[in-house]
């Protein structure tokens, strides 16, 4: 009885989460520009909001509560680091980003990305950013159905591959038809529901574990570093810790096209810098709250074999099935608003970047309906990954995110302050970029420092040696 009860809870905000899309979708027009970017109508606080929700992602829900759980206060750590970088995106470039989109008229950023680039070189640019973004994107998407599937698992003891699949069908439901627009809708919808179940989540604990001399004194007799802010760390382990989660945070924010493209969708330049702090402190808040969730739970449930299934263990094992069916809609949520924007963005730069000739002829032939098959069929395929190739949601993320950051982050770099640049020096870009930050983690350096900083580093040093090579060649 208890799970139907669950089940029947959750289906209520599964059908509001449909219904907001839906709506979203009449209110759209059938053209690619409201498809893609919601013909640019967002101001700060759906750009904000929306932002938010989709950076949350999985791993919020799942991976910050597990870091609190392994790592005990310092599981905080990732949080902070992860500020310095979201500050200094944030502070500067939301306003150049989306002011040199309308300029030049971009609604992808693969488009963007080779806006500034002359000659036919810029194709070639724009069709290996496409390519990068389907297949790192892609990944990224797997995980956040894995996150989901495994939150199934708990609450209803489906299997993975079913679990990966119903959820994979329940989001392209409405992301398919009513593209961003619907997106963004749903995001904050679902960025309500975040708050209010990251809040209640930590009160529930916190005065479950008897208040915070009660919460010190059983971890510190589980383990002492559970209570130290830095926990395990050295002073030098510590700055290279911080310095790597701060570059991911900033590379996150100018390399991840399902966040870069809620900037080019706000409405003026001015509303996609009103966003900011609307942006941190949704991203900070919720972070903090599931991490230090997942330090009170290592003491009120010891020894969870896999710590990122703690926030639905808890709640199923203490809640009421009708309070349980809308924790899990909040665990969902999270999920859902990273997915959505992940399927649209791999699905566009499959249609329109990697094969722009093809989807011109596609597009005048059926029009958003080209864009909308293509949107489905990369959602199930990102399933499909997630079905047959297993990785922890936590270590797929950290994967996406710092490959990208070290490829399309020096890229997108040079383009917001609109430095000069050429196909060449571009392309060598992003892919000294991609290698460092792969063969970083390949030699396990990415335990001791993000490669995310590594890769962002030598794809700005490769750039520069190019282009000052280039002007050394012209000049007489």
Known sequence: MASEIILLSFSVFVVLFLGVGVVAARRGASTDVDYLLGS???GSWFVGLSAGATGNSGFIMLGAVAMGYTMGLSGVLLALSWLIGDLTFWSFFPEKVNRIARDRDCSTVPELLSSGIPGAGSVRIRQFAGLLIVVL??????????AAAKTLNVFFDLDMSTGIMVSALAILAYCTTGGLRASLWTDVVQAIIMLAITTGMLIAVYFAAGGFAAIHAGLEAIDPSLTKFTGT?????LLAYVLGYAAAGFGFGISQPQILVRLLAGKSPDAARKAKWIYVMF???TWHCMALFGVIVRLL???IDDPEQALPIYAFQNFD??????ILAGIFSAIASTADSQVLVSSS????DVAPGFYKRMSARFGVRYQQLVTFIVGILAAMVAIF??????????????TLASSLGPAMFNIALRRPTTALATGSCMTAGLLVAIGWRLLGYNLTLNESLPGFVAGLAVHEVIMRMSSAKKSP
């Open 321 to 326: 099935p009708w309070l349980v069916g809308i």
């Open 283 to 285: 991203i900070q808040y």
């Open 301 to 303: 449930i010891p020894g």
């Open 233 to 237: 760390f050295t002073v030098w382990t």
């Open 349 to 352: 730069s499959l249609a329109i």
């Open 137 to 146: 994107i892609g990944a990224y998407t797997a995980a956040q159905f894995s």
């Open 40 to 42: 640019r109508s967002f």
């Open 389 to 402: 190739f297993s990785s922890s949601v936590f270590a797929l993320i950290i994967f996406a995110l710092s």
